[in-house]
């Protein structure tokens, strides 16, 4: 019996590899579980709102797509039926097909990127998270990384 | 008065899940009752994610209770086609979905809808551009209604900061389609008691709007891109309808490599225009077959590797990119992680030719043996300074792409490509115009980027050089259906078919390794 979590796309697939491959005979179970994201979305932002309210520090965490990094093939869309990942005309001149993008409604469960990952279909995904209220050290870091980096930045 | 002449006012409103709908359904009957007329209201939910909208109809009846002396109208449950006043949909397809249907008539029923559109699955999935044109969907909202308002809603609740059932609602009242007046709208979303002061603008805004009467609409218009320069004297050379792709080409090779990149990329397509003003000295085709091989070659040209992609990541404006995407406030902390997963070919891409081919057998007799194919997953913070130093040293490694294995094959195969385009447009403008459209099979990365290689050099190959087809323009016809056959759908079964259709045998079947699992004997399950 294995549990693995839903949302981690590599891992169940080997898990499924295992479970037809494995020489042990008998009951093989695998226990998929992950929270909807929707649900999740309920549970926390009332909570969440509450920590804003009192100045505290909240990470929220959005996928994205590098629009200059997508060719436009779509593949991604073609695993993952996500309402916020979705097509835009591509900034670039050169290419007629639109690109994926990611909508405001990103709840940041991060299936896209792991599916992209998964299935080895491209580096476009990123991650973000945006840190309101940071603490007095990251936001010195921050400052710092953003100097050097600015300085050694091509445009 | 006449009762029995008086039938309920009919309105059918679409709404996607999450905007609303059941709430404005509560608001229209609370109106109702509020100003003293009986209303009924169903409705019929839709399917999760975007594959069809939730709709709830409306009925009231247009005499107020008081004066209906005790009698009572009869309401019916559903919608019926042809039977309706007001269709109200938060979608253009969806509109149009129920417009399809019957629901809307030219006599009698008013549409209003947004010219927003959510995209359905259908409509992304596609390997090209499977977006509905919306003109055509407008098209169809004016000719199957009497009247139509039509107005982006999504961005009126975006601007005035409240969600879509407001502005649907402003939309009803500013119809006139129902004996309320404005204010009592405004009452009921006044109480009840959330985001009433966003909810109140986005209403107003869109029952202003409505009320207007009909305005011009046209499908939103795509951002003007920017234009790159290019040297005077290329300009000379080439005419002015080429110019948008050949600029936008030109500096791309000298962003992806050098000065000699950007001279070979001019070499090619000078061959291209030679060969196209030989059989179209005049521009008639407005020199399309080299703006074309223009785009495709410059994309084909400046190949994603990791080197490009690395280059693509670590640029200010990318920085400054994703943090407008995900809306981070100045004050707020940005952390950006990167996924690559780079297998054994990437690597090989930029070692020279006998070592990379020895590497790539290597780890394709693994794959043969069952394994998986070797790749080093990686989560890179950008935003840290070593994250970026990585990605910064990887940019820098343009000098090792042009003595990597990759490069020359790319180069090879691109010269097969545009030898196609040259001899396709010296015997017929279509032809050459066919083949060099066929630069849009390359996309994506890996696998996907190497089947579109494949199916582009099986259709040169098969459709452009051999065969025997009875007129040059039925070759060109067999090209552009294999061409769309091939972006239709990526497992290639539709480009087969189109292959063996014209005469051409189908791809090569790819040998894929198959496991054999076996259970010792006593122990089977």
Redesign the interface.
Same mark, same amino acid.
């Given at each position: 019996m294995r549990t693995v979590h839903t949302y981690h796309v590599e891992k169940m697939r080997r898990t499924l590899d295992e479970a037809f491959t494995t020489s042990f005979s008998g009951l093989k179970v695998i226990i998929a579980e992950g929270e909807c994201q929707l649900e999740r979305q309920r549970r926390i932002k009332p909570w969440i709102a509450g920590l804003l309210k009192t100045g505290k520090r909240v990470v929220r965490v959005k996928y994205g797509v590098d629009e200059d990094v997508c060719s436009g093939d779509h593949a991604c869309i073609r695993l993952s039926g996500c309402p916020t990942l979705t097509l835009k005309d591509s900034p670039d001149p050169l290419r007629v097909d639109p690109v994926a993008t990611v909508i405001d409604g990103c709840v940041g469960c991060g299936l896209c990127g792991e599916n992209a990952h998964a299935a080895t279909l491209c580096p476009s995904f990123y991650r973000a998270e945006v840190i309101r209220n940071p603490r007095l050290d990251e936001r010195i870091i921050d400052g710092l990384r953003g100097s050097i980096m600015r300085w050694l930045q091509t445009a | 008065m006449n009762l029995a002449a008086r039938r309920p006012v009919t309105l059918l409103i679409c709404a996607l899940g999450?905007e609303g709908g059941g709430v404005l359904a509560e608001w229209l009957v609370e109106t109702a009752r509020q100003c003293g007329y009986s209303a009924q209201s169903t409705s019929i939910p839709g399917v999760a &994610?975007?594959t069809g909208s939730t709709t709830y109809y409306f009925e009231v009846f247009p005499v107020p209770i008081a004066e209906l002396a005790g009698r009572k109208p009869v309401f019916s449950l559903y919608p019926v086609p042809g039977a309706l006043d007001v269709l109200v949909s938060s979608e253009l397809l969806e509109t149009v979905r129920h417009i399809g249907n019957g629901m809307a008539s030219t006599d009698r029923t008013l549409v209003v809808t947004s010219s927003a559109r959510?995209?359905t699955?259908a409509?992304?999935? &596609?390997?090209?551009?499977g977006?509905a044109p919306s003109g055509e969907l407008l098209n169809v909202v004016k000719r199957y209604s009497r009247d139509a308002r039509i107005f982006d809603m999504a961005a009126v609740a975006q601007e005035t900061g409240t969600v879509l059932s407001a502005v649907l609602f402003g939309a009803i009242a500013g119809s006139g389609a129902l004996p309320f007046p404005r204010e009592a709208f405004e009452q009921t979303i006044r109480k009840s008691g959330k985001g009433v002061d966003a909810s109140v603008r986005g209403f107003a805004r869109s029952c202003e709007m409505v009320a207007q009467g009909p305005a011009v609409v046209t499908p939103t218009a795509?951002?003007p891109?920017?234009k790159?320069a290019m040297p005077a004297e290329l300009a000379g050379e080439f005419p002015v309808a080429t110019h948008? %792709?050949l600029a936008?080409?030109y500096s791309?090779m000298l962003e992806y490599q050098d000065q000699d990149y950007a001279q070979l990329y001019v070499q090619r397509l000078t061959r291209i225009l030679a060969a196209e003003r030989a059989v179209d000295p005049a521009g008639l085709g407005n020199f399309a077959t080299s703006s074309e091989t223009a785009?495709y070659l410059?994309?084909w040209m400046a190949f994603?590797d990791i080197v490009r992609?690395a280059?693509?990541?670590?640029?200010?404006?990318?920085?400054e990119?994703?943090r407008t995407?995900?809306?981070?406030?100045p004050e707020?902390?940005?952390?950006?992680?990167?996924?690559?997963?780079p297998?054994v070919p990437e690597f090989a891409a930029l070692l020279p030719a006998g070592f990379a081919a020895t590497l790539i057998r290597w780890d394709r007799r693994r794959q043969q043996a069952g394994k998986s194919?070797l790749?080093l997953?990686l989560k890179l913070a950008?935003?840290?300074?070593s994250g970026?130093?990585i990605l910064?040293t990887l940019a820098s490694l343009k000098w090792l792409r042009r003595r990597g294995s990759r490069f020359a094959v790319e180069q090879s195969m691109i010269e097969r490509w545009l030898a196609g385009v040259e001899q396709g447009t010296r015997s017929d403008w279509q032809l050459g115009h066919e083949i060099a459209l066929c630069g849009?099979l390359i996309?994506?990365?890996?696998?996907?980027n190497e089947s579109?290689k494949e199916n582009l050099l099986h259709v040169l190959d098969h459709l452009a050089v051999a065969g025997s087809f009875p007129s040059v323009a039925a070759r060109a016809g067999a090209i552009r259906a294999a061409r769309v056959a091939a972006l239709a759908d990526?497992a290639g079964k539709a480009l087969d078919h189109a292959l063996v259709q014209h005469g051409a045998p189908a791809r090569p079947v790819k040998a894929q390794a198959v %496991?054999w699992?076996k259970?010792?004997p006593g &122990?089977?399950?």
């Open positions: - | 999450g &994610q975007r959510t995209l699955t409509e992304k999935l &596609q390997l090209a551009d977006r795509s951002k891109r920017a790159a948008e %792709m936008a080409g791309r785009r410059a994309l994603d992609v280059d693509l990541k670590c640029r200010a404006s990318r920085y990119r994703v995407e995900v809306k981070a406030a707020e902390v940005l952390r950006i992680y990167d996924y690559f997963k297998g194919a790749a997953p950008t935003h840290t300074l970026f130093l910064r849009r996309k994506g990365y890996g696998t996907t579109g990526d %496991m699992v259970k010792r &122990q089977a399950a």
